[in-house]
């Protein structure tokens, strides 16, 4: 602990980091406890140790043999659920697919419904100005987002989208939603 330094990146400091995250895992793979919160990570140092991950939700995935899995942040009722997780805002639109984002909206249905909301009630974010105005600012909105919130409300799901990002935000502190999927972290 003592070769530890504080506020530097390092080998070291990435080697503790990804094993403590390891020995969280470990902990609720075998029972003994019910979850496991994590704070903050360095994405460099853990790198640098060798663990190529581009951060918490990757370790998860792998570790537990997960397949379909996203990123949700919760504060309370404040729920937030990405369909693409730790990669250059430049390569997001490309990773933008209806697929994707209906097994988002179902991992958010499905976890909402587990913290105790019955009939849960999603917000789904557009990716551009104005949830794309039609097609004026991007066609994300009409060829991918649409058709997935589309396909999600005829298996019953209580969905709503796209709605434009800057005021997604004020729905959901509002209680309007119980979560929403935003298109990226």
């Given at each position: 602990?003592s070769?530890?330094?504080?506020?530097?990146?390092t080998?070291?400091?990435g080697?503790?980091?990804?094993?403590?995250?390891?020995?969280?895992?470990?902990?609720?793979?075998?029972?003994?406890?019910?979850?496991?919160?994590?704070?903050?990570?360095h994405?460099?140092?853990?790198?640098?140790?060798?663990?190529?991950?581009?951060?918490?939700?990757?370790?998860f995935?792998?570790?537990?043999?997960?397949?379909?899995?996203?990123?949700?942040?919760?504060?309370?009722?404040?729920?937030?659920?990405?369909v693409t997780?730790?990669?250059?805002?430049?390569?997001?639109?490309?990773?933008?697919?209806?697929?994707?984002?209906?097994?988002?909206?179902?991992?958010?249905?499905?976890?909402?419904?587990?913290?105790?909301?019955?009939?849960?009630?999603?917000?789904?974010?557009?990716?551009?100005?104005?949830?794309?105005?039609?097609?004026?600012?991007?066609?994300?909105e009409?060829?991918?987002?649409?058709?997935?919130?589309?396909?999600?409300?005829?298996?019953?799901?209580?969905v709503?989208g796209?709605?434009?990002?800057?005021?997604?935000?004020?729905?959901?502190?509002?209680?309007?939603?119980?979560?929403?999927?935003?298109?990226?972290?």
């Amino acid at each position: 602990l003592s070769q530890l330094e504080y506020g530097k990146v390092t080998k070291l400091g990435g080697e503790a980091c990804y094993q403590y995250i390891i020995k969280g895992i470990e902990l609720a793979m075998a029972g003994l406890v019910d979850a496991v919160t994590t704070g903050p990570i360095h994405k460099e140092a853990i790198n640098l140790a060798g663990h190529h991950y581009a951060g918490h939700t990757e370790i998860f995935a792998e570790k537990t043999k997960t397949r379909d899995y996203c990123m949700m942040l919760i504060d309370n009722d404040f729920r937030v659920a990405h369909v693409t997780t730790h990669i250059a805002y430049s390569q997001v639109p490309q990773y933008i697919k209806k697929e994707r984002i209906l097994n988002v909206i179902k991992l958010t249905h499905h976890a909402v419904a587990r913290l105790g909301v019955l009939e849960p009630k999603i917000g789904v974010a557009g990716l551009n100005p104005h949830a794309g105005d039609g097609g004026l600012f991007g066609r994300e909105e009409i060829e991918e987002i649409i058709p997935a919130v589309q396909v999600a409300q005829n298996m019953g799901m209580n969905v709503e989208g796209p709605v434009p990002p800057d005021t997604v935000f004020v729905k959901l502190r509002g209680g309007l939603y119980d979560a929403v999927v935003v298109m990226y972290h």
